[in-house]
């Protein structure tokens, strides 16, 4: 009985064969040069839907809501936000807002025990650039995640790119409490026909 | 007939008690079998067909009235027990017995949903009924093993004779040494009475096979009346703890009484077993008549038979970015075309002809990644197969799978394997290597000192944040995971795509380790070669386990 199966097992896979399939499957990983795209669409791009909160309670102070299928929103600023534009841009980033410390409180298991329960007006951390201190704004409704601690050590990530590494905190708002807000905020589209039209002027605005 | 009776009865009376004891436990509505187990009996003496309660009780006679010189003129043979039974039929007008009720006397209005009926008890009959319920199943059988569940209230019927017996026979010089664990279990006794023949009958072997036969007693009348009297010692100890407790219970339902009716109904055996075994003999003689009462009703006898789960093993391939591992279903909506679970369960379900399946495989890939080269184990458990499928039908049914018009899928190693398989494919789960191939693309053109640094890899610790993709369902942690080695593969015609192949630790987030998940993963290919970085397509090309290979 067992060199039975022995012999069934190996047969449907002699080394011929399987030479045969190494090269089919090598096949299968080399993908065609013509049908890939000059640039690729980026990880942001394809996996978040971009919305825009312009002005959110103060003139030029731009954040983008970076929206995962899964729910999930992304905080960050803007291309548009007033800080980014000073002279010499971010210096630092404190997440002591007043009450709590956002970066200290640790968010845990499934059920994110111990998120903060934050509103949109509420302070995420405040930018310091060029002498001023701009606070961003949580801009939804929802439990803190997580903030991007890395920007305390590392301020300059949000001159580098604000849109991924020096990205400020991740919220989990509910459906309908998305639902709610999300028409509120500018499309990437809209968002880049309004901000082209004013970029030279933002900057200047707020100073 | 007689002879055999009378002999069987004479060995066995060299382990029981003295006669009057016996006589005395028969007159009390014990049954031949239970007493031969609480006095500790073994062997073969529990599938003879004889051992009825007045042919014990007249060969006990006969040997009291030998001892006692009475018996004077042959009048005690075996030859006329007829005569002797019918004599003495006004004291077993009681049917079953006061412990087991009935269990061991296999009286024909056992068989739920029938009628009774006033036939001779017969273990043939009642092997009879096992079998025609195991042909109705339509089984394949191969040998069998005998599942029996009792109700609880067969172990309070055994303490009550204890406690009676130690009550009435304490002083005498046969009860030491004789106790409740010396005795052969109900299940064991009845397993001893119907085996050989059931293996007869089946013409296959009893052991621990997996098919299970399952003899299922129930008394609901018993069962109801021990829940009372356990409920009685229940409610005067907690009375005065939870008094105010059940004030509240009462006020809120409204109908507190049939609330707590369906509360002592759900009740499982094993809990009432252990709230009995938990009472001291005091209360339980406080509570239990002694003896138990005799018994006016017979356990009902409900006799199913299953085959415990059946594995099918081997390792799968995926070769559309279409097809889920397991059916994804969201709103209704299926996602992708199809999925490997139902590709290979299907047909194992369909060999094996069983009432279900489960897919379960060693870790998963994303709907958008392929599983090529070695493939991934995976086990197919079927539950209660009906067929015991050959080496040949799993050949074929890989064939089929293999040569199934859409190639989405392919299985290979296929083979029917034992329960073992699944710890096999849970062993070093964390630490198994698993080798991809990644279609990147970086924002600048690739450098040879790329190829080289990419390549000097070696067991590189990196930390990864639980990916944003999965921090909705899944922990946020910070994990550690080893890449063993990485290779890069240029295309030709491209300066900025290539094929990157890694080995690392089970459970590494590779699409997150080539962009890098907004920094949360670190290091990743992006800050690595200090650019950045996108990942189109991800393959699997091995899962290094030792399993199905």
Request: glycine fraction near 6%; hydrophobic fraction near 35%.
């Amino acid at each position: 009985m067992a060199e039975g199966q022995e012999t069934l097992e190996k047969s449907p896979l002699s080394s011929l064969e399987k030479s045969v399939e190494d090269e089919e499957r090598r096949a299968l990983l080399i993908p065609d040069f013509s049908d890939l795209p000059s640039i690729p669409r980026s990880a942001v791009e394809s996996n978040f839907v971009r919305y825009y909160a312009v002005d959110f309670l103060k003139p030029a102070h731009d954040q983008y809501i970076y929206r995962h299928a899964n729910g999930l929103c992304v905080i960050g600023l803007a291309p548009s936000h007033a800080a980014l534009n000073e002279v010499g841009g971010v210096q630092s980033v404190d997440f002591n807002v007043g009450k709590s410390n956002r970066s200290e409180l640790k968010v845990t298991g499934k059920r994110k025990r111990n998120a903060q329960h934050l509103q949109p007006d509420s302070a995420l951390c405040y930018v310091c650039a060029d002498g001023t201190y701009y606070t961003v704004r949580c801009c939804v409704k929802g439990s803190l995640l997580e903030v991007n601690d890395r920007l305390i050590k590392n301020p300059e990530l949000l001159n580098l790119a604000a849109d991924r590494e020096g990205y400020i905190a991740i919220i989990m708002p509910k459906p309908t409490d998305w639902l709610k807000v999300k028409d509120s905020f500018l499309s990437y589209e809209d968002y880049t026909k309004l901000r082209h039209q004013v970029s030279g002027s933002s900057a200047s605005n707020v100073c | 007939m007689a002879d055999d009776a009378r002999s069987i009865f004479s060995r066995a009376a060299l382990s029981l008690p003295p006669s009057h004891v016996s006589l005395d436990l028969l007159s009390s509505g014990v049954c031949v079998r239970c007493i031969f187990r609480l006095f500790g009996i073994h062997g073969d003496f529990y599938s003879c067909p004889f051992l009825t309660g007045p042919g014990l009780n007249y060969f006990l006679k006969l040997q009291n009235g030998c001892q006692a010189s009475i018996s004077e003129n042959g009048h005690g043979s075996f030859g006329i027990h007829k005569c002797s039974y019918t004599s003495e039929e006004s004291d077993f007008d009681q049917k079953y017995c006061s412990i087991c009720l009935g269990i061991l006397q296999f009286p024909h209005d056992l068989y739920l949903g029938e009628g009774s009926s006033k036939e001779n008890f017969s273990i043939d009959v009642f092997v009879e009924k096992i079998v025609e319920s195991i042909k109705i199943a339509n089984h394949q059988i191969d040998g069998f093993f005998l599942e029996v569940s009792i109700p609880p209230v067969i172990a309070a019927n055994e303490r009550s004779f204890w406690s009676y017996m130690k009550k009435k026979y304490d002083s005498e010089a046969w009860f030491k040494n004789k106790a409740l664990y010396n005795q052969i279990s109900l299940k064991d006794a009845l397993r001893l009475s119907i085996t050989e023949s059931l293996e007869k009958t089946l013409s296959v072997k009893s052991g621990a096979n997996s098919f299970h036969i399952c003899l299922a007693y129930t008394n609901s009348e018993a069962s109801l009346s021990l829940k009372n009297s356990l409920r009685k010692v229940q409610s005067s100890n907690r009375r005065r703890t939870e008094k105010e407790n059940v004030v509240k219970v009462v006020d809120q339902c409204g109908n507190g009484q049939l609330d707590s009716r369906e509360q002592l109904c759900s009740k499982s055996d094993a809990a009432i077993l252990k709230e009995l075994s938990s009472l001291d003999d005091h209360t339980f003689c406080d509570i239990f008549e002694l003896p138990p009462k005799k018994a006016s009703n017979s356990c009902k006898l409900m006799i199913t038979c299953y085959r415990m789960p059946m594995f099918i093993g081997g390792r799968y391939l995926k070769f559309s970015r279409k097809v889920s591992q397991t059916l994804w279903i969201i709103d209704d909506e299926r996602m992708g075309e199809a999925s490997v679970e139902e590709i290979v369960g299907t047909p194992a379900l369909e060999i094996c002809r069983g009432d279900s399946y489960k897919f379960h495989a060693a870790g998963r890939e994303d709907i958008d990644v392929r599983m090529l080269g070695s493939g991934r184990p995976f086990l197919v458990e079927v539950s209660n197969a009906r067929c015991l499928p050959s080496m040949v039908d799993v050949v074929q049914m890989a064939v089929k799978i293999n040569n199934s018009e859409k190639k989405y899928v392919m299985v290979r190693n296929l083979k029917v394997v034992g329960s073992e398989a699944w710890n096999l494919m849970r062993v070093g789960e964390a630490e198994k290597q698993k080798q991809y191939a990644a279609l990147v693309w970086i924002s600048r053109p690739l450098t040879d000192e790329d190829l080289q640094s990419i390549s000097s890899v070696n067991n590189m610790e990196i930390s990864q944040s639980t990916p944003i993709r999965v921090l909705h369902r899944r922990s946020p942690l910070e994990r550690k995971r080893i890449i063993h080695w990485m290779k890069i593969e240029k295309i030709v015609g491209s300066s900025q795509f290539f094929l990157l192949h890694l080995c690392t630790q089970a459970g590494t987030y590779i699409k997150e380790f080539v962009h890098g998940d907004l920094g949360r993963t670190f290091p990743s290919i992006g800050s690595l070669l200090a650019c950045r970085a996108e990942i189109l397509q991800l393959d699997v090309t091995d899962v290094k386990m030792d399993v199905f290979i």
